[in-house]
């Protein structure tokens, strides 16, 4: 994980919290999630009209823009990296284990309502079944195993998210 990244899930609830008090709709998750989606599905920059399609109006304000600028730069900066850095922007493990896997579902959700809008469908059968498992995982929800069980599942579905967005990157190049 990046510096940049690392600082940012440190901090993830209360920039989570003050996104959604200051208008911007979607969570952090989710919006972190949407700027993946939008760079797996081919785009490079920023674009303001994108973001209005995504989160609405209130994308437009200059606040919640420069907030889509960097999240989008953080997820081009990770995605590109030649080490593999990128990681989900999710809350930490200090989180309350429902929030985190809340979080998990608003990313896959995000990432998946960009990436459709962003381009047409993976070029290749095995991208294709990334997008499916991204896909499936925006319908995570708690389930009635211990806590251990749960945090240990959380970890294996964060790696492949991890890899499956990696592969949906790489298949858009």
């Known amino acids: 994980m990046t510096d940049a990244s690392e600082a940012i899930?440190?901090?993830f609830e209360a920039l989570d919290a003050h996104l959604r008090q200051h208008g911007a709709g979607?969570?952090?998750a989710e919006?972190?999630?949407m700027a993946c989606g939008l760079s797996c599905g081919g785009r490079r920059r920023f674009d303001e009209t994108d973001w209005i399609g995504?989160?609405?109006?209130?994308?437009?304000?200059?606040d919640i823009r420069r907030v889509?600028?960097?999240v989008f730069s953080l997820a081009q900066t990770a995605l590109s990296s030649e080490g593999f850095d990128f990681r989900p922007l999710l809350p930490g493990e200090q989180s309350a284990l429902a929030n985190r896997l809340e979080a998990v579902a608003d990313w896959c959700s995000g990432f998946d309502q960009a990436?459709?809008?962003a381009c047409a469908a993976p070029a290749?059968?095995?991208?294709?079944?990334?997008?499916?498992?991204?896909?499936?995982m925006a319908g995570i929800v708690a389930d009635d195993d211990d806590e251990a069980t749960q945090r240990s599942n959380?970890?294996?579905?964060?790696?492949?998210?991890?890899?499956?967005?990696?592969?949906?990157?790489?298949?858009?190049r």
């Open 26 to 28: 979607p969570g952090l």
């Open 115 to 117: 990436f459709t809008g």
């Open 9 to 11: 899930a440190g901090e």
């Open 154 to 172: 959380l970890a294996q579905i964060e790696e492949h998210l991890r890899v499956a967005v990696l592969l949906l990157y790489e298949d858009s």
């Open 68 to 70: 889509l600028g960097s």
């Open 31 to 33: 919006i972190h999630g």
């Open 54 to 62: 995504l989160v609405g109006e209130d994308a437009g304000r200059d």
């Open 124 to 136: 290749g059968d095995t991208a294709a079944e990334a997008l499916e498992d991204i896909r499936a």
